[in-house]
């Protein structure tokens, strides 16, 4: 691991389309490299807690960051966001939550179990 900064140091502000700032709220942010190659991430520690809206909301508000570019312009990347969940079952509901988002949503989201989330980090996101 090269970066680990937990919240509220990983949050990032982002403008709104009001002229605004909001805030993305990430749990924490990670860099990590395999290989030649570096990767970060925004990490989403999930407890199966929130309901559905919350979830949605939630991820809509990554997508609105990332949209903005203002993440992209301060680091050069958007980092993905890897939501850790305690099971399965929890990760198959956040898939198809993710589903439903605008086109290409999904494609910031990477999700795993509790079981699956560092070796998933450490090989970059493949899944």
């Given at each position: 691991m090269l970066a680990?900064?937990?919240?509220?140091?990983?949050?990032?502000?982002?403008p709104n389309?009001?002229?605004?700032l909001e805030t993305l709220k990430p749990d924490a942010y990670v860099?990590?490299?395999?290989?030649?190659?570096?990767?970060?991430?925004f990490v989403e520690i999930d407890l199966d807690t929130e309901g559905r809206a919350t979830i949605t909301a939630k991820a809509?508000?990554?997508i609105d960051c990332f949209q903005t570019s203002a993440v992209q312009?301060?680091?050069g990347v958007f980092p993905r966001t890897i939501w850790i969940t305690p099971t399965e079952k929890r990760a198959r509901l956040l898939r198809e939550i993710f589903a439903r988002l605008p086109e290409g949503g999904a494609r910031l989201f990477v999700i795993a179990t509790d079981a699956e989330a560092v070796s998933l980090l450490v090989a970059g996101g493949a899944q």
């Open positions: 680990f900064d937990p919240e509220p140091g990983c949050w990032r502000p982002y389309p009001y002229g605004g860099r990590t490299a395999s290989g030649d190659y570096e990767d970060s991430w809509e508000r990554y312009k301060n680091e």
